[in-house]
């Protein structure tokens, strides 16, 4: 029950602008939660799936124009534009409430106004923050039930403080004209209207735990970071926790639940976190890791028991699937699967379908929503509110050419330079064009909360503040050869790189100097069982002057965006890569 009376009266200036039927405090319970499925399943928001099959499980389709992020209608709103930067949307906060505040107002007459109150992080901890999400959507809140620890816990942690994000959604009529997603970092609050997609709606999520989050942790002295932590442990036991930063289609949920293969024995991947991590200093100098979150919010298509067997194991109960098939037994499927399809079931629109109707049955980005206490692989230190050390900061993206299979930053501020150039060559599946460097520092452009350059000098900044600082690596799954085919196989044998990692950290392998930073000796690749050569190694590692000069030029109109602002040692750390090559 609330008796904080600066929630209660934010409550009541929001439902006062809203105008909602009746408001619901959401507590939690096992009674409230299947109360509102009933309700769910009522107005045909939700269906039930087989509870033999997938106990616990629900179905929902959002709208057909409502299926991702919008990031175009996603903003930063600052007192100015500068503050924001030039790679995010801004809107003046002033005329942002006015904007939403006219779409808001009677928004939810006829409807319920649920009262979310959640945490970010563990009970008690250091880094965990709380949130009060209004929504007039079941589906948000379920969701938000799995994803966050929601209800009276929240509110007990709070106490009588008046510091929370303050966050409104509102489904609205789910109009593209009138959708918006808006944070506004100096007031702590998010209001977003007029979709109902996860991205865009559970609050907790990016709009939070990445964008306000980032904002605080400029301000605080911390890092929210979109990266996923595991930790790997060795045949002797030891455990080296590592955090990863990867662009979409990169693999980052497969390499956090990664299952090593039996060809590399003794190996177990323990995971904290698939999406987000907080990092703090701790009190013995190192950089130590939190997942704020308490789920996982995934994509379904391609998730199979060859790709992610700990996702898809996960997820058999007790989750929410949106917009994938729904079969006549009302089971779920999706491409990808590694299974046969159904001979007839519903497509994610609701049509009937057919493995040769022509046409995806699931739709590309439907998606899972599953409690991380019911991974196979979760760390039993996922919830500790200490959070874990941090040895390695992995970055990586898809690159066909150019990037070797791993390398390691020659020190923190190249780490950081290395991180900043981030980014993915596009399909031809994505774009029609296939090789196009998509830049994604840190694999934040969409999620930093204030401007990508005060971002950078913030990285700089803890650097300088953190006297055992993680070592930074960039890895690259995704060499191909003449052919076009992959060469490095991938899934479970990524294990091999992260041992190198880790062996790398605790100063057992030397490595080869390069101008890129640090290269793996081939032989220090285990490759026992792989099935590939010493020959296909070296290609692997290898490095040609003529790839990284176009590179080189790719990476100086990135930065040309930032103008003149960007960090003296950014700089410095471009003009050191272009010297070692000698351009």
Not at 28 to 45: A, M, N, P, V
Not at 226 to 254: Q, R, V, W
Not at 381 to 403: D, L, M, Q, T, Y
Not at 531 to 550: N, Q, T
Request: glycine share 10%; charged share 25%; aromatic share 10%.
């Amino acid at each position: 029950m609330n008796t904080n009376k600066a929630v209660q009266a934010w409550v009541d200036e929001m439902a006062k602008l809203t105008k909602p039927d009746r408001i619901e405090w959401i507590d939690g319970s096992k009674e409230q939660i299947e109360s509102l499925k009933k309700e769910g399943f009522r107005t045909g928001d939700l269906i039930e799936l087989d509870q033999e099959v997938l106990p616990g499980c629900v179905y929902h389709r959002t709208a057909v124009n409502d299926v991702a992020r919008v990031e175009h209608l996603t903003f930063i709103c600052t007192p100015t534009k500068e503050e924001a930067g030039p790679t995010n949307n801004w809107m003046a906060p002033d005329e942002a409430y006015n904007r939403l505040g006219k779409i808001f107002d009677g928004s939810m007459k006829g409807r319920t106004m649920y009262v979310i109150p959640y945490l970010l992080g563990t009970y008690g901890s250091p880094f965990t923050k709380v949130g009060i999400e209004i929504t007039d959507s079941i589906y948000v809140v379920l969701n938000m039930l799995i994803m966050t620890r929601a209800g009276d816990i929240a509110l007990k942690h709070l106490g009588d403080s008046d510091e929370f994000n303050k966050g409104l959604h509102g489904k609205e009529k789910r109009d593209l004209e009138r959708r918006y997603i808006c944070q506004f970092p100096q007031d702590n609050t998010i209001w977003s209207v007029g979709s109902g997609y996860g991205g865009n709606v559970l609050l907790g999520k990016k709009c939070f735990s990445l964008r306000v989050a980032s904002y605080m942790g400029r301000n605080e002295g911390w890092m929210a970071e979109h990266m996923l932590i595991l930790g790997l442990e060795d045949p002797k036991g030891n455990i080296t926790y590592m955090t990863g930063a990867f662009p979409s289609a990169c693999g980052k949920t497969n390499l956090a639940m990664l299952v090593p293969p039996d060809s590399f024995p003794g190996y177990k991947v323990w995971t904290v976190g698939d999406d987000i991590a907080w990092m703090r200093i701790g009190e013995d100098g190192r950089l130590w890791a939190m997942n704020p979150e308490f789920g996982f919010f995934g994509v379904a298509p391609g998730t199979s028991m060859k790709s992610n067997p700990n996702a898809l194991l996960t997820m058999k109960s007790n989750s929410i699937y949106t917009n994938v098939v729904i079969t006549p037994e009302k089971t779920v499927w999706w491409e990808g699967m590694g299974v046969e399809p159904p001979k007839k079931a519903w497509d994610w629109k609701g049509n009937e379908w057919t493995p040769e109707s022509g046409e995806k049955g699931a739709q590309p980005n439907s998606r899972f929503t599953a409690p991380a206490s019911q991974c196979p692989c979760i760390s039993k230190e996922w919830e500790n509110p200490k959070g874990v050390p941090i040895s390695a900061i992995i970055f990586g993206g898809r690159r066909a050419k150019v990037a070797p299979l791993v390398y390691q930053s020659f020190d923190w501020n190249h780490g950081v330079f290395i991180g900043s150039m981030m980014g993915s060559e596009t399909t031809a599946a994505a774009t029609g064009q296939v090789g196009v460097v998509r830049r994604d520092p840190m694999a934040m452009l969409p999620f930093c909360g204030y401007n990508m350059v005060d971002y950078f000098r913030h990285w700089i900044k803890m650097g300088k503040k953190i006297p055992n600082p993680p070592k930074i690596f960039n890895v690259n799954w995704f060499r191909t050869d003449e052919q076009g085919k992959f060469i490095w196989p991938g899934y479970g044998e990524n294990v091999r790189i992260l041992d190198w990692i880790a062996r790398r950290c605790s100063n057992q392998v030397v490595a080869n100097e390069t101008p890129i930073g640090y290269v793996p000796k081939p032989e220090d690749i285990d490759i026992k069982g792989l099935g590939i050569s010493m020959k296909d190694i070296d290609r692997l590692l290898e490095l040609k002057k003529e790839d990284w000069e176009v590179e080189i030029e790719d990476q100086k109109k990135f930065y040309e965006k930032f103008g003149d602002t960007l960090p003296e040692e950014l700089n410095r750390e471009y003009t050191n890569l272009k010297k070692r090559f000698g351009l």
